[in-house]
């Protein structure tokens, strides 16, 4: 049971460092205005995802905000010894909560919802 606890309060503790920084699309115009506009919102899993279509550069930039997330939740998990996809799914938690009002979050069921 320490064990756990431990595990729980370092994954605690690296998630608030996490929800505490910038956005990932930070100071990015493009994701930015496509957040705002309900063409990208977050998903459960803790990535961005494209609510139905974008053109190629919104997509693209949506690709790179992913795979730095990734990067950052597999060096938490790494930190914590547990898995990608559960450091990815309290990310995506906390990142959803954080969303405005009209802005497109998935749920845990694969669908788009508005805050």
Do not use: C, H
């Not at 756990?4 to 699309?25: E, G, K, Q, V």
Request: glycine share 8%; charged share 20%.
């Amino acid at each position: 049971m320490t064990a756990l606890r431990t595990l729980l309060i370092s994954m605690s503790l690296a998630l608030a460092a996490f929800a505490f920084a910038p956005a990932a699309s930070a100071g990015d115009p493009v994701i930015d205005a496509a957040i705002s506009s309900g063409t990208v919102g977050e998903r459960i899993d803790g990535y961005l995802g494209v609510v139905g279509t974008a053109d190629a550069t919104t997509v693209r930039k949506v690709q790179d905000i992913n795979n730095r997330r990734r990067a950052v939740y597999e060096q938490t998990a790494r930190d914590n010894n547990t898995t990608v996809q559960i450091v990815a799914q309290l990310a995506g938690e906390k990142q959803i909560a954080k969303l405005k009002p009209g802005q497109f979050y998935m749920n845990d069921s694969g669908v788009w919802q508005s805050k």
